[in-house]
C-alpha cells in the first residue's frame, strides 16, 4: 500500500467523513501544504513507480509476477503507470475507476441531480457552463497548486487525463472490475470492451458486479426502488481477481 505524501496510511471512517468533509470546505486541518503539493498523479505515479523498482531488487519478490491493483483514483494512477513507466508489471488489476477523464464527474453529478429531483435542468445547465470555464482555467494552468476548487488544479488536471488512451496501451493481463450501481463509471466501463474489440486486444477481463456501489457494497432496494441495506461485498470481489491471477 503506497501512502499519499500528507496524509494518514490507515483512518478510522470518522477520520475519512472529516476529511471528505474538509475536501468540500478547503478545511486546512485535512488539506495541508505537503498534501496538496504533492496530490496529483505525475507525484503518484512516480511514487509506485520507485516502489515497484525497489521491490524487485529484493531477492525475496518472484519477479514472474508482479502485480499493480489500484481503484477508484488508483485506477487512474496504474493505467498511467502501467502504459508509460514500469514494464516490470506482469499483471494489472483496476476497479471503480473511468475510462474517460475525471473532471467529468462533475458534470455527471449535475445531471443526476436533476433526476433525483434536487434540482431543475435549467439550473444543472448553469452550473454545468460554469464547469466549462472552470475546465478552461485548469488547462490555463494545469500544474498550479495554490489555485484550486476542492483539488488544486494540478491535481484536477493530471487526474483528469483520459484513462482509455493508457488502457490501451496495456499489452499485459488486465484485469477491471466495478460496479453497476456506480452510476458515474458504470456507463464508460460498460463501452469498454467495444475499444478493446475494435483494436483486436484479447488481454482485458471486464468483471461487472450487480448492484454494488464504488466501494463493492451490494445495494438491497425496496419494490419502490429505495436503498434499504447495504452489503459489504469487497472481500468476496477481491477473492475473484486473486483467482484471476492463479489462472
Known amino acids: 500500500m503506497v501512502q499519499k505524501l500528507g496524509t ?26 505537503k498534501y496538496m503539493v504533492n496530490n496529483n498523479l505525475d507525484k503518484a505515479t512516480s511514487q509506485c513507480n ?67 429531483g434536487k434540482i431543475s435542468a435549467e439550473e444543472a445547465q448553469k452550473q454545468i457552463d460554469q464547469l466549462y470555464k472552470g475546465w478552461e482555467d485548469v488547462c490555463k494552468y494545469p500544474k498550479s497548486v495554490d489555485k484550486s476548487f476542492g483539488d488544486t488544479y494540478y491535481a484536477w488536471h493530471s487526474f483528469s487525463t483520459k484513462n482509455l488512451d493508457n ?15 456506480d452510476n458515474e463509471v458504470t456507463i464508460a466501463l460498460d463501452y469498454l ?22 466501494q463493492f457494497f451490494e445495494l438491497k432496494k425496496d419494490d419502490s426502488g429505495k436503498i434499504i441495506d447495504r452489503i459489504y461485498r469487497g472481500d468476496e470481489v477481491a477473492k475473484e481477481w486473486m483467482d484471476w491471477l492463479k489462472q
Not at 488502457?167 to 450501481?181: D, F, M, Q, V
Not at 470492451?193 to 448492484?211: D, S, V
Request: proline share 2%.
Open 167 to 181: 488502457l490501451l496501451k496495456i499489452n499485459t493481463p488486465l484485469y477491471i472490475a466495478y460496479g453497476t450501481e
Open 8 to 33: 494518514r496510511l490507515v483512518a478510522d471512517s470518522t477520520y475519512i467523513a472529516k476529511f471528505e468533509e474538509g475536501m468540500k470546505t478547503g478545511d486546512t486541518t485535512f488539506l495541508n501544504r
Open 50 to 116: 520507485q516502489v515497484i523498482n525497489y521491490l524487485i531488487k529484493q531477492t525475496w519478490i518472484d519477479t514472474k509476477k508482479v502485480v499493480f491493483c489500484g481503484g477508484s483514483e488508483g485506477f487512474t494512477v496504474g493505467a498511467n503507470l502501467v502504459a508509460n513507466f514500469n514494464k516490470s508489471i506482469s499483471h494489472t488489476i483496476l476497479f471503480s475507476g473511468h475510462a474517460g477523464r475525471r473532471f467529468e464527474y462533475e458534470i455527471f453529478r449535475n445531471r443526476q441531480a436533476v433526476k433525483d
Open 193 to 214: 470492451p467495444l475499444e478493446f474489440i475494435e483494436k483486436g486486444k484479447k488481454n482485458l477481463t471486464l468483471k461487472a458486479h450487480i448492484n454494488h456501489d464504488h
